[in-house]
């Protein structure tokens, strides 16, 4: 409640005490809170509620900023209190792509997604980001076998399996640190994409690095919360290298390259996803995320079929498979 006040005071100061209405707009998987304002006159905001001992606005408004001239559509950012948490931003709008999202419009929603990827990659430069390193990848492959299987699943892995798994993190990383890198806003998804005009509108982009062409790629086309058939999600791809190489983006000349790339990042992120909804569940008490864990798997196991340097990835998760089947079987009901 103290918290609401300290907001409704800043926002009588914005506004020069005119009258408005406050309603929570969102909330997401951290401490932060959104509400939407509406003012007397029928116009809205975004305010961004950022509790400064659990978060820090200043990376939110340097990739705002660094996106925004890229020419993409992010919140703008009207009014700024570091050192209470506050935002003040312009309101994108209600409906989620994932809301939005159907088979008729998918194609160009999508392509309008993929063209403001491109402007945010082509306005990349060294040094503004925190680099996609080895040391953040690994640290996000570690939260699988941490919380996902000895969390959640209640799994202690062999020491076999442990250096098979280990094998395979060092295969994964090799192919991600050795891809072209861009801006990468690390959720380009569903989620937070907005319908709005320019469309679409960008959101949740503070975690943003410098790092692997292909990870954005697939956070839209492997996304948690909806799926597509995979000749679509070809078909998108093909589109978005084309525009790519067209507009000198540094992503691989071969097709088929560049697709392998897209499926390597595409297993590192979703083997971190999988340990962040873990976590989540676990040490956070956030149970919305498990119902998006078989989907999240179900791209992980495709992909660590199709390729041989994935195989024993493959046998580790068809053993956790076979592990949880016979402790479903074995509890009484």
């Known amino acids: 409640m103290q918290r609401l006040q300290q907001l409704d005071i800043w926002l009588q100061q914005q506004f020069n005490g005119s009258s408005y209405t406050l309603a929570p707009a969102s909330a997401d998987a951290s401490f932060r809170r959104y509400f939407r304002v509406t003012l007397s006159d029928g116009e809205t905001r975004i305010v961004m509620d950022a509790p400064p001992q659990h978060e820090d606005c200043k990376p939110f408004l340097h990739v705002g900023k660094l996106f925004e001239q890229a020419g993409s559509h992010v919140p703008h950012v009207y009014a700024q209190d570091l050192e209470q948490g506050f935002l003040l ?112 509108g960008v959101l949740d982009f503070q975690d943003a690095v410098y790092g692997p062409i292909t990870y954005d790629l697939a956070s839209l086309f492997k996304d948690a919360y909806i799926q597509w058939e995979e000749p679509e999600v070809m078909d998108w791809l093909i589109r978005y290298w084309e525009k790519a190489r067209k507009a000198g983006l540094p992503v691989r000349a071969d097709f088929g390259e560049f697709y392998r790339d897209y499926e390597m990042m595409g297993v590192q992120r979703h083997i971190k996803v999988l340990g962040i909804f873990a976590r989540l569940y676990h040490r956070d008490g956030k149970d919305g995320y498990l119902k998006d864990m078989p989907l999240v798997m179900d791209y992980l196991h495709r992909a660590a079929a199709r390729y041989i340097d994935l195989k024993p990835l493959l046998n580790i998760l068809d053993e956790l498979a076979m592990d949880a089947a016979a402790k479903a079987q074995d509890t009484p009901t």
């Open 89 to 200: 931003l312009s309101d994108l709008g209600d409906t989620t792509y994932l809301q939005a999202l159907t088979p008729d419009n998918a194609a160009t929603l999508y392509g309008a997604a993929t063209d403001a990827l491109l402007k945010i990659q082509l306005a990349s430069r060294t040094g503004e980001l925190p680099p996609y390193d080895e040391a953040l990848l690994r640290r996000e492959l570690q939260l699988f076998p941490d919380w996902y299987i000895a969390k959640y699943l209640g799994v202690t892995l062999s020491d076999k399996q442990m250096l098979k798994l280990e094998e395979v993190f060092q295969r994964i990383l090799a192919n991600n640190l050795a891809q072209p890198c861009v801006y990468v806003h690390r959720d380009f998804h569903s989620r937070n994409l907005m319908l709005s005009t320019p469309n679409p």
